[in-house]
């Protein structure tokens, strides 16, 4: 088990015990930024992820999870490209 392993564990012991994991930590060598999820409001409510300055990401679902690692990539991408927080 590596550390990404290990973290995931304790995310997932403190979710038991009741604590809110409020957010991802995704980081490439280049570039990181904390994913969180939550209702989108003018989305029906539906839960969406979102990047830490508050721009929506994709729908998280089932159906956008391939598809909200590829955006999230990108977006590091971004990230790395505009160091600072520019996006």
Known sequence: MDQYDRLTA????LARSGVKVAGLLVATPNASDT???????????????????????IEADDEHLDDAAILVLGHLARCAEHPKGVR
């Not at 969180?36 to 508050?54: K, M, N, Q």
Request: glycine share 8%; aromatic share 12%; hydrophobic share 35%.
């Open 35 to 57: 994913i969180t999820c939550r209702e989108r409001e003018d989305d029906g409510d539906r839960l969406w992820f979102f990047a830490s300055d508050g721009t929506p990401i």
């Open 10 to 13: 304790l995310a997932d012991q």
